[in-house]
């Protein structure tokens, strides 16, 4: 008899809802920082997303050197 959990649902729920919050918070950044004016003029959305994913990056980074 197999009494473990399958998990894999879950696991597959939890990344999407990174993957949501993360384009969320990136759309929302971007159009906070376009109708402030605080972009230059040449940026576009592709930039905030690598500027959002380094910084997912860092933050994992530093989340598996303190585990």
Known sequence: ???EEDNSVEKFGENIGYIAA?????TILYFVLT??????ASW????IMLITFS???VGSAIKRLLK
Request: proline content about 5%; hydrophobic content about 50%; aromatic content about 24%.
């Open 35 to 40: 109708l402030a004016k605080k972009l230059p």
């Open 1 to 3: 008899m197999n009494f």
């Open 44 to 47: 576009t959305y592709l930039h």
């Open 55 to 57: 910084i997912v990056l």
């Open 22 to 26: 993360y384009f969320s918070f990136t």
